[in-house]
């Protein structure tokens, strides 16, 4: 079935109006509960829901593919939501999907809002997380790119996350921090169960039932963007990391303290270096086409996770 592009239009914003499809310059803060309010109208202004969308996706570098899967597509460029910053990564695509997948009718983000892209403002790049919390969603799938540690990992393997180390929130740059509105949910929010149990054995199932290979074990999130070295791999083996990223973990934290329940995985891209006189130099080209590689089976294995769920 067509997907179809809204990019058409003048369209109220908050503080600005539409274009040509493209929002003018608006002052959006992200740690106001009620601009939070008005970017949510603006979409639902633009997007015809035909359902609620109770499962939310996250697509990670170049598993855009996941949001080209969903049928009766309606697909909102983020140029023309008022508050959200453009990604400029490349293999992020930069659009918001409201349509069908697995015989549920979902929200995807097509791309996210990496944190060294935005002066490390987490409280930003967690937005999307509070709009699909307004719109509906109960239910996250975060998917990353990441570097594995775990020397059981091979290139295109899928690793469930059950558990994260969140480096950024550890110094300070909690997407909570500022963030003082009870409306938003509660100020201490517990992260002991930020990856739902339940969905994690459901996609242990689905990986069974699909041949599909499945690993489980600890995601850390650094800023970013450069790699680490083969100094700050090993430290992170050594407090217990399975698998390295730049993302992810701000999202998780904002969608606990909406309530919402998170199911995370990371498709290894690329096998971290331990070894400081054997430079094994990482590109994000490469992390890009092995994402592409493993495109189809990470699509089929969020659509039948979606269609039980």
Known sequence: MSNTALTNGHTNGINGTTQNGVHDKVD??????????????????????KEVPTIGIICGSGLGKIGDCIKDAQILPFKQIPGFPTTHVIGHKGNLIFGYLGGKFVVCLQGRFHPYEHGMDLALCATPVRLMHQLGVK?????????????????????LIKDHIFMPGLCGFSPLVGVNDPRFGPRF?????AYDRQLRQLAQNVAKDLKIVLHEGTYVMSGGPQY?????????????????????????TVARQCGIRVFGFSLITNIANTDADNSVEVTHEEVLEAAREAGDHACTFVTEIISRV
């Open 28 to 49: 959006f803060d992200p740690r106001s509960y009620d601009d939070l309010i008005m970017l949510t109208e603006s979409v639902r202004r633009q997007v015809d829901l």
């Open 139 to 159: 239910n996250l799938i975060v998917s990353n790119a990441a570097g594995g540690v775990n020397p059981k990992f091979n290139y295109g393997d899928l690793m």
């Open 189 to 193: 929010v517990s992260i002991h169960d």
């Open 228 to 252: 680490e070295t083969p100094a700050e791999v090993v430290f992170f083996k050594t407090v217990g990391a399975d698998a390295l990223g730049m993302s992810t973990c701000h999202e998780v």
